[in-house]
């Protein structure tokens, strides 16, 4: 059972999710304005949110922002906008998973018991030590030989999953199913991109490698770095190369 609050602005939608997540247990808090959601969340943040995009005074997108510099309580966008920008800015903006509609109570709550299964983990997770890199997914932060590293949310995400299974060729249809959370295989550009600016901030590139190795027509994997290996480069052009 969890306490779920539900913000959506169509009063049908909300009281036919309401009654199917009440009857599969969950306690359901329901909003239909974004702002007094906002505020309640701020004093008493719910187990999970599940947030429509669509709706008045703000839009769902900028509603995200505001609860992810509140808590890190899990978020879940259900939303009928499909195109595949949309649904990588708000899980790169702070979305723990995007469900598009129209979707079945049983998906939704498939999805709700996931990401509390992945919250629950985190917070009794210890860090993750990678050679000189260490990840804390309990306070959401990265450093490299004791330099705090500036990671948005979506890098972070990344380096903490590559991180909990170092040494593993991880594929880039594992990161789209497990990092961005989405069925099947999204687009190798969005991740090389992304891999493109996590290696620029670990200080190293696809070509002179120290913790991100990829590993051609597989995968990518962290590695603790040889001692006597290659001297990290300061600074690299962004390019989408994997």
Known sequence: ???????????????????????????????????????ELTARPADVVILDLALPDIDGMELLKMLRAVHDTPVIVASA???EGGIVEALDAGADDYVVKPFSAEQLDARIRAVLRRSSMVRGAPPLVVGGLVVDCRSRQATLDGRTLDLNRKEFDILAYLASRQDEVVSKRDLWRDVWHEV??????TIDVHLSWLRR????S??????????RGVGVRVVAPDPGGLV????EPISPES
């Open 1 to 39: 059972m969890a306490l779920v609050a539900l913000i959506e602005d169509d009063p049908h939608i909300q009281r036919a999710l309401a009654r199917a997540l009440e009857h599969r247990g969950h306690v359901v808090q329901g909003f239909l304005r974004p702002m007094p959601a906002l505020a």
């Open 81 to 83: 906008r499909d195109g």
């Open 184 to 189: 099947g295989r999204g687009t190798d550009k």
């Open 201 to 204: 901030k670990l200080g190293e």
């Open 206 to 215: 696809s070509s002179a490698p120290r913790y991100l190795h990829t590993v």
């Open 232 to 235: 990290p480069v300061e600074a």
